[in-house]
């Protein structure tokens, strides 16, 4: 079973909508979070990080954490067409081997000009 | 910004060749990882070195050797390479290990017939 899992699979907004994703850890180690987002023929690049509960606001991306439930979400306001990609969960343990990053499936967005 | 290059960018091997993907990153971090992307199994972790001389098995690591000569690259070699690990392969970087963000370069797609 994935550690880390992402819904939806995929997601459709119109420009200058609002984007939500979603995450969720079903391993209790794993507690901090990362957001990354992966442009057609490129690497992954992260957008943010969050380890704490509560919202992390970083220009139009604002990430949502509860620990209590392990659940983590990435809302975009005023969407873009240059948002249109995939975008990963990542989580990484409080113990053991604290350095290695669990990949959710992701998520593509498509932003609809 | 972090800069992690890959080499070749594409590479066609035939089965039971050997085959090996470079990485190079500029900006003196201590971690390097290699990934493999695939539809339905997203990102997953090969191998990883906390520095120059060191490499350690990740979450899928039979079929692959790692190499990490110097702090600034980071091999991944396929000694006899087979159908199955046709893939797009990522090499990544971090400053510290544990919670830290990772950098990741543009990709290597493989075909192996």
């Known amino acids: 079973q994935q550690k880390v899992q992402q819904s939806p699979e995929s997601l459709s907004v119109p420009e200058g909508g609002m984007a939500s994703l979603n995450c969720t850890s079903s391993d209790r180690n794993f507690q901090y979070f990362w957001w990354y987002r992966q442009h057609s023929g490129e690497g992954p690049k992260a957008l943010m990080s969050i380890f704490s509960d509560g919202d992390k606001k970083e220009g139009r991306f604002t990430a949502h954490l509860n620990k209590a439930s392990l659940h983590v979400s990435l809302h975009i306001r005023d969407s873009q067409p240059s948002d249109s990609a995939l975008y990963f969960c990542a989580a990484s343990p409080l113990t053991g081997n604290t350095g290695k990053l669990i990949f959710g499936l992701g998520t593509t967005l498509q932003v609809q000009p | 910004e972090a800069a992690v290059t890959q080499s070749p960018r594409n590479k066609v091997a035939v089965t039971g060749g050997k085959v090996t993907l470079s990485c190079n990153q500029t900006n003196n971090h201590n971690n390097m990882y290699w990934y493999r992307q695939d539809t339905g199994h997203g990102l997953r972790l090969i191998h990883y070195s906390y520095g120059a001389g060191s490499t350690e098995k990740g979450d899928i690591p039979d079929g692959y050797k790692a190499s990490r000569p110097s702090q600034e690259n980071f091999s991944l070699i396929l000694e006899l390479a087979t159908p199955s690990q046709t893939s797009v392969y990522f090499c990544?970087?971090?400053?510290?290990?544990?919670?830290?963000?990772?950098?990741f370069g543009p990709g290597t797609r493989l075909l192996v017939l």
């Open positions: 990544a970087s971090g400053e510290n290990w544990g919670q830290d963000t990772q950098y």
